[in-house]
């Protein structure tokens, strides 16, 4: 299982949410370059960055910082965060992005998500972010009523491979991760889902694991120092080893 240090972008600056509420945000790094030089020296394999202020506005905003954390570090990132059109994908790319992550865009235009996969493969993943089971948008500021499993059973079809389960509830909560909704997920689609939300401790990590995720995402639990993530890395490196 691949950990994924998380790096969420508003104004600038390396930021967490809670529940994924604006209004309750917290600041860690004013450069999240610096976030993402540390993640990488203790070993991180991947960088998941998020801009915050694009999934919000429903375009790319903090491109500066994506640039700088690209400069800083030599790892695969994936990115997410107002991008909704072939254009923001193809820059994205352009500027060393390794794998985009369509969200709100993957609801509203089917037509977009089969172009991206047919143009980039496997380089382009969904996020599922789902409040009470049922799907947000705009930076969660919107809410449907269609449930995530549905969604990535159709986009399946359209040959998306990965999937970012999220629980929005449990998003920067620290209170562990959504282990009945992941494992759903797991079990009725064909494709790699990484798990995100909640997470908070190496017994979390393990926890998504034995259900089958390809990856977990984390945080404020490295932020907070909860987690040691050249410890955690070890474990499932060791764990992934053959006997």
Do not use: K
Not at 9 to 33: A, H, K, M, Q, W
Not at 102 to 107: E, H, K
Not at 146 to 164: C, K, N, P, Y
Not at 214 to 238: K, Q
């Amino acid at each position: 299982m691949i950990l994924y240090p998380a790096i969420d972008i508003r104004g600038g600056r390396c930021v967490r949410l809670i529940e994924g509420d604006f209004n309750r945000e917290t600041s860690y790094d004013s450069d999240p370059s610096l976030a993402a030089r540390r993640w990488v020296e203790a070993g991180a394999d991947w960088l998941h960055v998020v801009d915050l202020d694009g999934a919000m506005e429903g375009r790319p905003i903090n491109e500066q910082a994506v640039a700088q954390i690209r400069a800083a570090v030599d790892v695969p990132i994936q990115l997410g965060g107002g991008l909704r059109l072939l254009t923001d994908l193809e820059e994205a790319f352009n500027a060393g992005v390794d794998r985009v992550i369509l969200g709100t865009a993957a609801l509203r235009d089917p037509e977009l998500v089969m172009n991206a996969v047919s143009r980039w493969g496997e380089r382009i993943s969904v996020a599922l972010d789902a409040r009470d089971g049922r799907l947000a948008t705009d930076g969660w500021l919107g809410q449907t009523d269609t449930h995530a499993v549905d969604v990535a059973q159709r986009l399946t079809e359209s040959g998306v491979r990965q999937f970012i389960h999220t629980d929005i509830r449990r998003d920067g909560t620290l209170s562990g991760p959504n282990v009945e909704s992941l494992g759903e997920l797991i079990e009725q689609v064909d494709a790699d889902v990484i798990a995100s939300g909640g997470i908070a401790s190496l017994e979390d990590l393990e926890a998504v694991a034995t259900l089958g995720a390809s990856g977990a995402i984390i945080g404020r639990a490295l932020y907070d120092g909860r987690v040691d993530l050249a410890e955690a890395i070890a474990l499932f490196r060791r764990d992934e080893a053959p006997c």
